[in-house]
């Protein structure tokens, strides 16, 4: 029985706090669910299970365990990073099949490039790339993220969190279910900029060139984005994972007078994984310069 009942109070169950009424349907205690839950998943708060994250995610690397952990430590140096003094502020991340680590969430004081310019300047006999370094971050540590980062409530600015949201959402779920997939370097990305970091070359004097921000750099552009089978064409369509997610249409609606006029709504989809993210990536291209813009004018 408890297989069963661990089989049916997944995360999913957890997350969306339906487990009374789960509970209520199946006609089982509520508590026979929570036992099921915790038969199906571990939570390590250790020290020890962040760091198995990393090595986890850097198996690929031909760096010595002794590099990544200096890596890894320096991450959390004074002056790098701190506390938020929040408690409540927790990521978890996935470490092994249904086995989880939690830790408190730190905030970068620096950009991460400046971070990886400190690690190279105080260990200048290190051979490191800026990704490995990066790879080796513990995964519970996040930028301060200005106030004013996000301040447009434009439409393009709407849609495109709405799909990006809808992207990792999709994407988390298949790294979950797919041991297979531990091996690659696609993240789930927390936030917009990161995403589209990727999709643009370093910052020079911590601006992103414009030619790189209006796409015209022969250097980056969406293509640098790594993406699953699954999230692409050349995944298996017949097997593909059906997804909801939003975006503006013009759509007729009726007014007085039997006449019809076109307004712009966000209609809910309900598509193949491959359409969303083709519309996200069509999004990403021209969203690193209207970020720019709109940043530029609120600043003014
Ligand atoms: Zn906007
Ligand atoms: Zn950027
Ligand atoms: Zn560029």
């Known amino acids: 029985m408890n297989v069963l009942v661990a089989s049916i109070s997944g995360e999913k169950v957890t997350e969306t706090r339906c487990r009374k009424n789960l509970a209520k349907k199946l006609g089982l205690p509520v508590r026979r669910l929570s036992r099921g839950n915790r038969i199906r998943t571990t939570i390590s708060k250790s020290e020890k ?7 986890r995610k850097t198996r690929k690397d031909a760096l ?28 978890r991340e996935r470490i092994g099949p249904k086995t989880y680590s939690s830790h408190q969430v730190y905030l970068l004081e620096k950009t991460q490039t400046e971070v990886y310019i400190d690690f190279t300047t105080e260990y200048p006999c290190i051979k490191l790339s800026q990704r490995s370094f ?27 969190k709405s799909a990006f949201k809808s992207c990792m959402n999709f994407r988390k779920k298949l790294l979950n279910e797919n041991d297979a997939y531990d091996e690659n370097n696609v993240h789930v990305y927390d936030y917009i900029s990161d995403i589209v970091d990727v999709t643009l070359c370093n910052k020079e004097d911590n601006v992103h060139k414009i030619s790189c921000l209006k796409r015209d750099c022969g250097e ?34 009726k ?12 209609v809910k ?28 004018q609120n600043k003014q």
């Open 64 to 91: 010595s365990e002794e590099i990544k952990r200096l890596a890894y430590n320096f991450w959390m140096k004074h002056g790098i990073s701190r506390h938020t003094g929040n408690k409540a502020d927790v990521k």
């Open 134 to 160: 990066e790879n080796c971050k513990p995964y519970f540590i996040r930028q301060v993220r200005p106030k004013d980062r996000q301040t447009c409530c434009c439409r393009y600015h709407v849609e495109t």
């Open 220 to 253: 980056c552009g969406i293509n640098k984005l790594e993406l699953l089978p699954k999230e692409t064409a050349a995944g298996d369509l017949d097997t593909a994972q059906i997804v909801k997610w939003e975006r503006f249409e013009k759509v007729d609606i």
């Open 269 to 296: 989809k309900e598509t193949k994984a491959v359409e969303l993210f083709s519309h996200f990536l069509e999004l990403l291209k021209s969203f690193p310069l209207h970020q720019h813009r709109a940043t530029w």
């Open 49 to 55: 299970s962040c760091w198995a994250y990393v090595c």
């Open 255 to 266: 007014v007085k007078g039997n006449k019809t006029i076109k307004k712009l709504v966000l």
